[in-house]
Structure formats: C-alpha cells, structure tokens
C-alpha cells in the first residue's frame, strides 16, 4: 500500500525556517517524481514545488511564490522527501501536502498534510 | 502564476447529472491535458481521472472526464450525498515549468 507520511510542520514567526518531511513506504521511492502542494486554511490548492527522480538528476522546479526562499530535496535511500522553507511569510500558512507524481504530471497519491503556522 | 478557472459552485439534483469544467491555454490544458481531484471537508485530495479520462482503479465509473481545446470537463452521474465535495483540476504547465492548479469548483448535491 502507498504511503506518504509527512511531518515538522507547527508555528514559526515570520522571518523565521521550518524544515518538512516526508516519508514515502509501499512503492520505489526512487523512481518517482515527488511534489510539494499546499493549502491555505479555506482556499484551494497551491502547487510548491517539485523532486524530479535519478533518472532525471534530481532536478527540481518551484512555484514563483516560493523561489528563492524553500528548497526540495530528498534522500532515496531513507525514502523520504524534505522541503526546507526559510524566511516565511504569514501567507505561507497553510497545510503542506507531499504527492506522488508521474512523468505525466498528475499526482497519483497523497500524504495527510502537515499544518504550518506563520503567525506572531 | 496563473492558474485554471473553475466556477466556484455546481449544484445538481440528487441521481442527476453535474459537469465541471476547467479553462486552461496551450500550454497546459490544451497542451498535456487535464487531471481532476476530489476533496472532501479535512481530507487529502484523490485522484479522480488523468490525461483527460483514465481512472485510477477503484474510482466510480460515474466519473468521466473529457477535453475540447483549453477545456477539461468531468462529468458526474447519478449524482450520490457522498460526491459533496471540492473539485479541483490540475495540468503542468510547460511555458511557466509549473503545475497549475483551477481554484475549486464546490459541488452541491440538492
């Protein structure tokens, strides 16, 4: 069965880091591309960013809103997803999400989420 | 980055038929096709249909998906209490090298 369990989310004050993680089980982590979303309380989704495989380099992408400032990597072999968010901004509360992605782009499995607070 | 365009609400009787859509461009929509997601009240989103109308095992015959151009749409029959939920589609986008999000289309069944 897939799994993906994410974790580290709580409160943070504006200006400051939080590191997620995301620990995937039931399939060949390294295989796949692995995606960032988020949800702020009541709105839609937002997509964060993207681990593309080994086969692809490892390569990442991230939304305009996060550039710069988070950061997605992962380590295949404790099959695990992690993104690094510094310089938060209240807007940046939301609920992250880790999701299976397919070279096809469509997320085929989702974790629970995980809740981040940018509050003072 | 700019996103799908959804309508904010759909509503259809109970047993009736509802169809979202989903506006997109060339470079998502138009270009890879759509994905439609189900999301209801505190839980992760799920996978509904994929390049425009491949289900994921285990998911409703009553959901079908389709594209014309910019357009996806997702097609719900005989409509259940239980398909109350959000709906959102997705498509990566290959001029912004982003996934795109539509911002939710909340689905009433009367």
């Known amino acids: 069965e897939v799994q993906l369990v994410e974790s580290g989310g709580g409160l943070v004050q504006p200006g400051g880091s939080l590191r997620l993680s995301c620990e995937a089980s039931?399939?060949?982590?390294?295989?796949?591309?692995v995606d960032w979303v988020r949800q702020a309380p009541g709105k839609g989704l937002e997509w964060v960013g993207r681990?593309?495989?080994?086969?692809?380099?490892?390569?990442?992408e991230y939304a305009a809103s996060v550039k710069g400032r988070f950061t997605v990597s992962r380590d295949d072999s404790m099959h695990s997803l992690y993104l690094q968010m510094n310089s938060l901004k209240t807007e940046d509360t939301a609920v992250y999400y880790c999701?299976?992605?397919?070279?096809?782009?469509?997320?085929?499995?989702w974790g629970r989420g995980t809740l981040v607070t940018v509050s003072s | 980055q700019a996103g799908l365009t959804q309508p904010p609400s759909v509503s259809g009787g109970l047993r009736q038929t509802a169809t979202l859509t989903c506006t997109g461009n060339n470079n998502n929509v138009g270009n890879q096709g759509a994905a439609w997601l189900q999301q209801h009240q505190g839980h992760p989103p799920q996978l509904l249909s994929f390049r425009n109308n491949n289900r994921p095992s285990g998911i409703s015959e009553r959901f079908s998906a389709s594209r014309s151009g910019n357009t996806a749409s997702l097609t719900i029959t005989g409509l259940q209490p239980e398909d109350e939920a959000d709906y959102y589609c997705s498509a990566w986008d290959s001029s912004l090298t982003a996934v795109v999000f539509g911002g939710g289309t909340k689905l009433t069944v009367l």
């Open positions: 039931g399939f060949t982590f390294s295989d796949h591309y």
């Open positions: 999701a299976r992605t397919t070279p096809s782009n469509f997320f085929d499995y």
């Open positions: 681990s593309r495989n080994k086969a692809n380099s490892y390569s990442t």
